[in-house]
Structure formats: C-alpha cells, structure tokens
C-alpha cells in the first residue's frame, strides 16, 4: 500500500477489562479516573456529544535534558480491515488535518504546565466508513537521543468536552514502567452501531512513527 509519511523531521493481553459510560459524570462534572484495559461508552448515553479533544501531558524526567520531543498522533482505521489506507488516515505533525480531526500544536520540548499536545475532534465530522482512531506517543528521535519512556514522569491522556468548556471527561495515567519503549500505544476511540467507546490501551513498544503505521497497513 502506497502510504508514505515523507520526512519525518519536523518543519497485549487486556487485563481486568471495565466497562463504565460517561454518564456517570455527567450532572456531577467530575472526571473518571480510567485505568488500563477501560471501555468508556462516551456517546450512547450522552448523544450531544460531538466535539471532544484528546489531550496528552509529560514531565521530563532527566535533569538538563530540554531536548525531549514527544509527539502524539492517530491512526484512523477503516471497518472491515482495521487498517489505514491512505496519507489522510495519519494525523501526525507533518500532516495535522483530516475530516473531523486536527492536531493543535507540536511541543519539541515537554517544557510547561499542563497538555502539551492535543487533538480535537468532531465525532459528527469522521468518514463513516473509519471503525476506529487509534492514539500513539512517540519520542521523536529517541535512538539517536538514547531517550525512551522511563525518562519521562507523570504521562497521562485525557478526554475533554469541548462544549462545556473543555471539561474533562477522564483521564488515563500511563503508569507502566516503560523502561526501554520508544513509543506507547495510548488509546483508542472505537465506534459501533454508531455510537463511540474510549478504550485505554498503554501498550509500549519499542518504534518509531514509521514503525507504528506498520502496524496498522
């Protein structure tokens, strides 16, 4: 398959499976705090929601060290084959826009308080025909840097619902010691009979952008 991400240099086993709805928070605006291997029914109960943003944070671990470049990204995976098809499927940061999903920023350092990326959503805007949105975060450069997941502390995903004020919905705690993976396979948005789960993953692996995609072509 002809799919080719160009330059990337910027310009398991399900364990104690859960499955919760985000109904439960929502009349008390309180989060969810999901674990590892969590289905999170998001719209069959709550069926105004459209507009959600994907938002992933980091602290560096490594003292001195300024250059650690995280990068989220998705895979939008197609029914029937669960498999990217073309360029528009790859939301990464040399391509941040396709039907219903942009990627906002690209932080380079892991420096700051709060998200350092995020992905908006509209679920009302995704091709029909997409099953699945897999969410990846990769160390960009990491082989070279010698850098992988156990330099970085307090990594999270969250969802936030972009209508009532970016209220967070949940919030997944990569808490596994990924002591020598590169990459992390984080979440993913499934939808079925035309309704959307969350599903928590925390898969790490030992790739590069370009090693993910494979997974899924």
Known sequence: MGINLGNLEQ???PLNTQTVDASQNASTGF????????????????????????????????AGN???DLDISAFL?????????????VIFFNHKDSAGIHLNKDNLTGVGEGDDETISLDLSQIPADIAKIVFAITIFGADTKQQTFGMVNNSYVRLLDVANGKQELCIYPLKEQFSTETAVIAAELIRENGE???HTIGEGKHADLNGLLALYR
Do not use: E
């Open 66 to 68: 300024t250059s650690f």
């Open 11 to 13: 310009t398991t086993q």
């Open 31 to 62: 989060s969810l705090n999901l674990q590892k291997d969590t289905f999170l029914d998001l719209t069959k109960r709550n069926p105004g929601l459209t507009k959600v943003d994907f938002a992933a944070g980091w602290d560096v671990a490594v």
């Open 196 to 198: 959307w789960q969350f």
């Open 77 to 89: 995976l197609h029914q029937g084959t669960n498999k990217v098809m073309t360029n528009d499927d």
